[in-house]
């Protein structure tokens, strides 16, 4: 049997006269150098990594700015411009000034408006006056904004200061034989009506149609222009009567001399049946178009083809816009050359249009 004794190596042998403990201590201290050895040279390594990490990644960051600033390549040639004003400025300044002053400048700089340098300038002016002297066209733009001028909206004087009207019919009454100018024949149908006094609106709108018939052709005050008249009044005032009466007043030969237009056929009838009420005993002859019958019956009523000429055979017409302009169109006898009176009765959208091709 063969037995091997193996000792435990416990570093360079010392010299003999060194204890057992000595050299175990010697032996830690060694250990616990190399330790720190380690230590720190592990350190020098993990700075190193940490340092190369920190270029590499700056060197991503520069590459990507380059990248941007190389697409952003024209805006940056624009910005140039406020960099040469604000370059011109700082050029100006004066290095021996207190540093408050500086900053006074500097600040005022920020708000100065980016503008051409003044050798831009003198190129543009040189440009604008070459493109616009020999070509003779007119250089477009330079106008300058004006104030729009404010439109005074006035009302004309018939509107602004009307004169106004008892909407009260029960009381402000006229007695009928107070108005002048009305026949006895027309005083005694209205009596015979039931009719003694005239409501607020007839006694003012009657005298005034009568008085503008008296002096002619309907010609007003001032000589020229026939008197318009605008009555605004609540259902049922006695609008009708009013315009009724003074028409039925005059008649010289049978001529159409009034026309009434009224928007629905309905109307159309009402104002009809008031007017051949009033009519019935007189030569006055009122007609109607509103479709109630055939054109040709209503052309026939209208005129008749007499003696080599053509006669009137209405006096007063009363109508809705369409019929109205169908005979305005179509129909050759129907003519309107003696009008004095146009009533446009509940005025609405195709009655304005009706008195504007009138
Ligand atoms: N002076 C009067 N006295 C008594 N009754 C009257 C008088 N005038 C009109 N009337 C009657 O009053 C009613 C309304 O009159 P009228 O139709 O003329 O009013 P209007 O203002 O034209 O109404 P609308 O706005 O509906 O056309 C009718 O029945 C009419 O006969």
Redesign the pocket.
């Known amino acids: 049997m063969i037995f091997f004794g193996a000792r435990r190596y416990l570093g360079e042998e010392e010299d003999g006269g060194t204890s057992k403990e000595s050299r175990s201590q010697v032996l830690l201290a060694k250990l616990q150098q190399k330790a720190k050895e380690r230590q720190k040279q592990s350190l020098i390594e993990q700075t190193e990594h940490q340092h190369e990490e920190q270029t590499e990644i700056q060197d991503v960051k520069k590459k990507r700015k380059a990248d941007k600033d190389s697409v952003q390549e024209p805006h940056r040639h624009k910005k140039r411009k406020s960099d040469v004003v604000a370059l011109h400025s700082s050029d100006s300044d004066n290095h021996d000034e207190p540093v408050e002053e500086k900053k006074k400048k500097k600040k005022s700089l920020q708000i100065v408006p980016v503008s051409m340098s003044e050798a831009e300038k003198d190129s543009s002016e040189q440009n604008s006056q070459k493109t616009s002297a020999p070509t003779g066209f007119t250089v477009l733009g330079g106008f300058d904004s004006k104030p729009a001028q404010k439109v005074h909206r006035v009302l004309p004087q018939w509107l602004a200061e009307p004169d106004v009207i008892h909407r009260d019919?029960k009381n402000n009454?006229v007695p009928?034989s107070n108005i002048s100018g009305l026949s006895a024949q027309l005083l005694k149908k209205?009596q015979n009506?039931?009719?003694?006094?005239?409501?607020p609106?007839?006694a003012e709108v009657i005298p005034a149609i009568l008085e503008s018939a008296q002096q002619g052709l309907l010609i007003g005050r001032g000589g020229y222009n026939p008197r318009d008249i605008c009555v605004s009044?609540?259902?049922?005032?006695?609008?009708?009567?009013?315009f009724v009466i003074p028409v039925l007043m005059e008649r010289v030969v049978c001529a159409v001399r009034a026309l009434a237009v009224l928007p629905t056929k309905e109307?159309a009838q009402?104002?009809y049946k008031?007017f051949t009420s009033y009519a019935e005993g007189t030569a006055v002859k009122v007609v109607m178009l509103a479709g109630q019958k055939s054109f040709a019956s209503e052309e026939a009523s209208l005129s008749e083809y007499r003696g080599g000429m053509r006669r009137s055979l209405a006096d007063i017409v009363v109508a809705t816009p369409g019929r109205l302009v169908d005979h305005i169109n179509k129909n050759s006898g129907f003519c309107l050359e003696q009008l004095r009176f146009l009533v446009t009765?509940?005025v609405t959208k195709e009655s304005r249009q009706t008195e504007n091709r009138l």
């Open positions: 019919i009454l009928i209205l009506n039931g009719i003694q006094h005239f409501f609106v007839q009044a609540p259902t049922g005032s006695g609008k009708t009567l009013s109307l009402q104002v008031v009765d509940r």
